[in-house]
């Protein structure tokens, strides 16, 4: 899935409406964008740099953020802007083995290193664990040796930019103040930033979630649609990300060191909102939960790039949580940003290869709820039939689950091809899930 990664030096050779930001066009029908390192402007003898804006300082930007700083060479300026008064949107989150290499790479982040983690209010992660979803409870390995985290986003801008004014002080700048128009030229971006205007190369929007959803794809890959939130200080930590299945859908788990967050799905057509708290209450053993609630839809955007203006975050899609996707899908977004920049890819190259990769992980969703849990109620009936039907339709899942199969005879599965997660992920999940579409 992540071929997209080349080595910079190899590349030169060859839902709040408050985050509403219009973007308009001054491109005419079938415009040229001009790309790629050709294009590196000389003024008076000095080589003016070139300039990358990146909206947004939630996970998204920030890691966009990183990615840059670390791919593109001295000629660049990477800005970082945002509005200080709209809020992130803060929730401990789960990762994988992709964002710490990028840490790793472009923060000199060290998961052995205490320092760090607190610095993240960080944990170790070493999968996922699934409880009552079958009998008997199961990780979800990350696989090839790696180890994730689970952080605190509330705590990424501070750590990402000291560690960015440090170690890449000719890459990284910042601007702070309201994005109000975004304007695509054929050789530049302008950005108006309160009253002034600012000309880039290319931007990354990461400003959130959209205002409407007119230009996007809803998916129906999913039964839930809301997520109540409950942290608590007192838990035995243990290096996973819990998915608890429930009567009304699954909870998630997220270890903190401070704390440990809940999230408790449900779907607001099936469960009413005070059963859903009542359940979380008595799962929890608390006689309260905080009232903070998020109610979503799943879309993801068909357009990664418009002229030279990119998306990326909850701008470009969102998932519900299951098996910690987002951040997967945002390295990947980042490394075909980078490919379009440098001139390797078309428009039309770069918004297909982001549809293929996300449509997997929409049949990874219906893939573990189709098969439901140890709850029999209203919501897992539904939940089943409705995701059962909708894999039916799915060619692309149902290939390559073939494709396992025979490999799997014959003794190659790890030949397969990536599809969402990994071959022996799927192995693994399928076997416990009882499926069989790999195994006996
Ligand atoms: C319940 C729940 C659980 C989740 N759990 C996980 C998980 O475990 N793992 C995972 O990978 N993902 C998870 N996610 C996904 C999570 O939403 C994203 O990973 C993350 O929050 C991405 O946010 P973002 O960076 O796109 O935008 P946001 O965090 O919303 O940030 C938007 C940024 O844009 C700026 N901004 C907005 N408008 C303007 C403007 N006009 N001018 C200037 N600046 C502006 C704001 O200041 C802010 O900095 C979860 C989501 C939910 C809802």
Not at 44 to 63: F, N, Q, T, W
Not at 84 to 93: D, R, T
Not at 112 to 129: M, N, P, R, V
């Amino acid at each position: 899935m992540f071929l997209f990664e080349k080595f910079k030096k190899m590349m030169l050779k060859t839902p709040t409406p408050d985050h509403q930001c219009p973007i308009s066009s001054e491109l005419e029908p079938e415009p040229k964008v001009e790309l790629g390192p050709q294009q590196e402007p000389e003024v008076s003898g000095l080589k003016k740099k070139r300039k990358l804006g990146v909206i947004g300082v939630g996970s998204a930007g920030l890691l966009s953020l990183v990615h840059f700083c670390t791919w593109l060479e001295e000629d660049w300026e990477i800005y970082s802007i945002h509005n200080p008064a709209k809020e992130i949107l803060g929730i401990g989150e789960s990762t994988n083995g992709e964002f710490v290499g990028l840490l790793e790479r472009g923060t000199h982040f060290c998961l052995g290193s205490q320092e760090d983690l607190k610095a993240l209010d960080a944990t170790i992660k070493f999968g996922s664990k699934f409880s009552g979803w079958r009998e008997a409870s199961w990780i979800n390995p990350l696989l090839d040796g790696n180890t994730a985290v689970h952080f605190n986003n509330y705590f990424f801008k501070d750590f990402i930019y000291s560690r960015l004014e440090k170690l890449w002080p000719k890459q990284f700048r910042f601007i702070e103040g309201d994005v109000k128009e975004l304007v695509n030229h054929s050789d530049r971006v302008t950005v108006t930033i309160d009253e002034s205007e600012h000309e880039f190369d290319f931007v990354i929007d990461c400003m959130g979630f959209p205002s409407n959803y007119d230009d996007y794809v809803i998916s129906d890959c999913t039964p839930v649609n809301r997520c109540l939130v409950h942290s608590i200080e007192d838990f035995e930590y243990e290096p996973f990300t819990d998915h608890i299945a429930h009567a009304h859908g699954w909870m998630f788990g997220v270890p903190l060191q401070s704390r440990k967050t809940y999230g408790y799905l449900y779907n607001d057509k099936i469960t009413a909102k005070e059963e859903a708290v009542e359940d979380m209450k008595r799962i929890l053993e608390v006689d309260e939960i905080e009232d903070k609630e998020y109610v979503f839809k799943c879309y993801y955007t068909p357009k990664l790039v418009e002229g030279r203006i990119f998306k990326n975050g909850n701008k470009a899609l969102f998932f519900e949580p299951l098996v910690a996707n987002s951040i997967a899908l945002y390295t990947y977004a980042m490394r075909l940003i980078y490919d379009r920049m440098m001139g390797n890819t078309t428009e039309e190259e770069t918004n297909t290869s982001f549809v293929d990769a996300v449509q997997p992980v929409e049949n990874i969703i219906s893939y573990y709820y189709q098969g439901g849990s140890t709850f029999e109620s209203a919501f897992w009936d539904h939940a089943t039939r409705h995701t059962k039907a909708r894999l039916e339709n799915q060619q692309a899942f149902k290939d390559m689950m073939a494709t396992y199969k025979n490999l799997k005879d014959r003794g190659i599965l790890n030949m397969g091809s990536i599809y969402g997660f990994k071959p022996l992920t799927w192995e693994i999940v399928d076997e416990q899930m009882g499926y069989g579409y790999i195994g006996k």
